[in-house]
Nanobody, 122 residues
């Protein structure tokens, strides 16, 4: 099932964006995650959510600023990003885990969508 991420754009530092991922009907039993890749850097974990949405996981640099959520009825996953910083600029990818629980390991995620660009101006 193809994952479709959207919602990226250009925002000033301190601003907010909400990323969306159309996860597909078969994703409701899978944990989902967001990763990002900045130019010249490796792709890194940002956030993950368990299949029911009861557990969430964040990388330390976004804790308190980003919120991952999901709506299984709509097969959607979201990443609300507040207080954006220039270092948050990257291509953001949503991904579907092979498991029901979330994790920060890229190897646990078997399906990836195309990225959406987030640019943060200082």
């Amino acid at each position: 099932v193809q994952l479709q991420a959207s919602g990226g754009g250009l925002v000033q530092a301190g601003g907010s964006l909400r990323l969306s991922c159309a996860a597909g009907r078969t994703s409701s039993n899978n944990a989902m995650g967001w990763f990002r890749q900045a130019p010249g850097k490796e792709r890194e974990f940002v956030a993950a959510i368990s299949w029911r949405g009861s557990s969430t996981y964040y990388t330390d640099s976004v804790k308190g600023r980003f919120t991952i959520s999901r709506d299984n009825a709509k097969n959607m996953v979201y990443l609300q990003m507040n207080s954006l910083k220039p270092e948050d600029a990257a291509v953001y990818y949503c991904a579907r885990s092979r498991f029901t629980y979330g994790s920060n390991r890229q190897a646990d995620f078997g399906s990836w969508g195309q990225g959406t660009q987030v640019t943060v101006s200082s």
